[in-house]
């Protein structure tokens, strides 16, 4: 009798490729892979392990899943990802109800965890830690996609090497490691004949892609060798440094007819003490030249970034700073996170904590202050066709559709709701249509197929 794998997938698009390998090597082992955890006879739960609040998310999801072993209906938990990583040992004592806890390196352990007679003590634990980690998946991978059939990621490197005092995934993920080029153009291909429309390239640094492999402008020469897959329409990068935008890499954007017009670049704040502070450098000066750069060599290009506010250290000054920064540049999207205090990180032992009411206040007002200028940037929108991906019926209403701009990432940034289309007219999930723009929200848009 088949059994029934059941998986909770956490946290950011990344740890989503690893559930999706995970399901894909249980799928080709004969096992029937289900999204209803109540029905499994093994429910997976892949961790998220980066802020408090995520922490918290994973803990809960893992009781829900040990819940169902204690009322009978699962017989084996599986907790992966991240949490695994960074809390391991504590794991392994408090939850003895978990069959077996495999970490980011041990993905394609999951056939041993899954089986019944496996001992899981006997799994390899790569001290990922001091970043001995190697494993990455390949084109020769098996992976059951749990995206939209028109758009897929492509993890392009794993683990990162920056000193960012907030963040603990170097300790989580182990060092930079970048993916063949030709087994990432293999994949691509690999997709496109599946149906997928648009590939997003994601990695903890996408912009340092191939350093570690000696290459030079390695993500430049991947986007243009993407553009050139017949099948896809769209080829996107999330997740780029601010330091590594090289002019080889946006001229391979404005030159790549299939490359959207977007850039996500966590930039995290503006202030130079508070930069200082994260271990990241730069001026409110020098990013502003950085931003003026990118929009002239790549016109009409949509800019994504996120900041963090409530960092120890942080002043009224340097929030009011950040403000004045957002209000100049403009982005087209911006996404604010308050500081949490992460345990094994730099900045857990600085001084002169932000009060977290304080923190959320500044956040509140950073996000207000955006969606006024995300308002003011769709409006001039109105009246003007673009291109659109179509999606299929809205998650807002079932009496409408919705597709995305280019300069509009799945999940993360706002829709276009299409209201309005051609007499008779059958539109396709992930082709691409002309839609005018009839009206604009803070960070939505209205629209109809033309």
């Known amino acids: 009798m088949m059994k029934k794998v059941g998986f909770v997938s956490l946290g950011c698009p990344k740890n989503l490729v690893d559930s999706e390998v995970m399901m894909g090597q249980l799928a080709e082992a004969g096992y029937e892979i289900t999204s209803d955890a109540g029905e499994a006879d093994t429910v997976v739960v892949n961790t998220c392990g980066f802020i408090e609040s995520a922490k918290q998310e994973s803990i809960d999801a893992i009781l829900e899943a040990t819940r169902l072993k204690d009322e009978g209906a699962a017989s084996r938990v599986i907790v992966a990802g991240c949490l695994v990583e960074r809390y391991r040992h504590d794991l392994v004592k408090e939850l003895p109800e978990v069959d077996a806890f495999i970490g980011t390196s041990q993905v394609n352990e999951i056939l041993n965890a899954a089986n019944d007679e496996f001992d899981a003590s006997q799994l390899t634990i790569t001290p990922i830690g001091n970043k001995t980690s190697t494993y990455l998946y390949d084109e020769y991978t098996p992976r059951m996609r749990a995206t939209q059939s028109h758009t897929a990621f492509i993890k392009i490197a794993e683990g990162c090497d920056r000193p960012c005092a907030f963040c603990s995934i170097p300790g989580m993920r182990g060092s930079f490691r970048s993916r063949r080029f030709g087994s990432i153009i293999e994949e691509a291909r690999s997709l496109a004949k599946q149906g997928v429309k648009e590939v997003v390239l994601i990695a903890q640094d996408s912009s340092r892609y191939g350093e570690d492999l000696g290459e030079v402008d390695a993500l430049a020469a991947l986007i243009r ?9 769209w080829v996107r990068v999330m997740y ?3 330091t590594h935008i090289s002019d080889a890499f946006l001229a391979a954007i404005a030159e790549t007819p299939k490359a959207v017009k977007y850039l996500d670049m966590p930039l995290q704040h503006a202030s130079r003490n508070v930069l200082k502070l994260m271990k990241r450098g730069g001026t409110r000066e020098s990013l502003e030249r950085l931003i003026a750069r990118v929009r002239e060599a790549v016109p009409g290009i949509a800019i994504r970034t996120t900041f963090i506010t409530g960092f120890p250290g942080e002043t009224d000054e340097d929030f009011e700073e950040l403000i004045a920064f957002v209000r100049n540049c403009r982005f ?7 500081y949490s205090d992460e345990d094994g990180t730099p900045a857990y032992d600085l001084p002169n904590k932000v009060d977290p009411k304080v923190a959320k206040k500044r956040r509140d007002r950073l996000m207000k202050e955006q969606a006024k200028i995300s ?8 009246g003007n066709t673009f291109p659109v991906i179509f999606e299929g019926l809205s998650q807002e209403s079932d009496l409408l559709f919705q597709g995305r701009l280019q300069g509009q990432a799945q999940e ?3 829709y276009i709701l299409i209201n309005d289309m051609p007499d008779e007219f059958q539109p396709e999930i992930g082709r691409i249509y002309s839609v005018r723009i009839t009206e604009a929200h803070d960070y939505d848009l209205i629209g109809e197929i033309v």
């Not at 308002?375 to 109105?382: E, I």
């Open 332 to 338: 087209d999207n911006v996404g604010v996170f308050t």
């Open 375 to 382: 308002r003011q940037l769709n409006k001039t929108k109105v």
């Open 225 to 233: 060798a993407l553009g050139e897959i017949e099948e896809l329409e």
């Open 240 to 242: 780029a440094y601010p």
């Open 412 to 414: 993360i940034d706002g």
